[in-house]
């Protein structure tokens, strides 16, 4: 009965989306007993995806699980205008926001992970954090997409813990209104935890900020990866249940 909004069918580019390809996702997501989920690729590889084909196969799988159509979009401060214009591309059910650039720099890219030798970490968690406060303040998305990114090659603030750096964001995204997904594809990463910690979670909980659940997958094998290990750290946070969308409108799913 669990979700998963976060599922790249085309990878970075890897991937041709034909009906066979996407199928197979279905059908890794049906065996896992996932009953929603969402295909949200990344906003430069979304032309990648026939959305004819996407309605024909949410169509035809109607009665095995529910297929949301969503896109996840690289936040980037002072690109406001053109991230509207992505949202518009499509008649998406739900848009995810993420940081995966510090400044220019693609803190967690494998070929730029020595940035993290020559900076301060405190001052990568700070910047991260203001620049994930700016995402939330521009009210463009709907889910905070893998909250603390920044810790992914196991790096740790010295000067004070790591949820500290987040806890304006969090100020933030109750104000807004927005969800944050607890995102797996941290247990497969060298940090080698969810996204979020445990700690920003159960501060997520305290302020009844509203989760749901994605895999990050980029394959038909890691479909649904990890999200029951996701979903027992929502509930001993104090979760019950998880919220879905449809055309940007909250749906509460009982897990």
Not at 60 to 88: F, N, V, W
Request: net charge negative; with cysteine; charged share 25%.
């Amino acid at each position: 009965m669990l979700i998963d909004y976060h599922v790249h069918a085309l990878a970075h580019g890897e991937y041709e989306a034909d009906q066979a390809w996407l199928s197979s996702f279905v059908d890794q997501a049906c065996r896992m007993g996932i009953i929603e989920m969402g295909f949200s690729e990344h906003d430069e590889f979304m032309a990648g995806l026939d959305l004819n084909l996407f309605q024909m196969l949410k169509i035809e799988r109607q009665h095995d699980i529910a297929l949301r159509l969503g896109i996840e979009i690289d936040y980037i401060p002072g690109m406001e205008k053109e991230i509207t214009g992505k949202l518009s591309q499509a008649d998406f059910d739900y848009s995810i926001g993420s940081v995966h650039y510090i400044d220019g720099w693609a803190f967690d890219h494998p070929d730029y992970k020595q940035g993290y030798d020559d900076r301060d970490i405190d001052e990568i968690y700070l910047r991260y954090a203001q620049i994930l406060t700016q995402m939330v303040s521009s009210r463009l998305f709907d889910i905070v997409g893998h909250i603390d990114l920044v810790k992914i090659w196991g790096h740790r603030p010295q000067r004070k813990n790591a949820a500290d750096y987040f806890f304006p964001v969090l100020q933030e995204i109750k104000r807004t209104g927005m969800v944050v997904e607890i995102n797996s594809a941290g247990l497969r990463k060298p940090v080698g935890e969810l996204y979020p910690a445990s700690d920003l979670l159960a501060m997520l909980y305290d302020l009844d900020i509203p989760i749901t659940l994605g895999s990050d997958a980029h394959h038909p094998q890691q479909m649904g990866e990890g999200l029951e290990k996701a979903w027992a750290a929502a509930r001993r946070a104090g979760y019950r249940c998880v919220t879905g969308f449809e055309k940007h409108r909250h749906v509460i799913i009982p897990v």
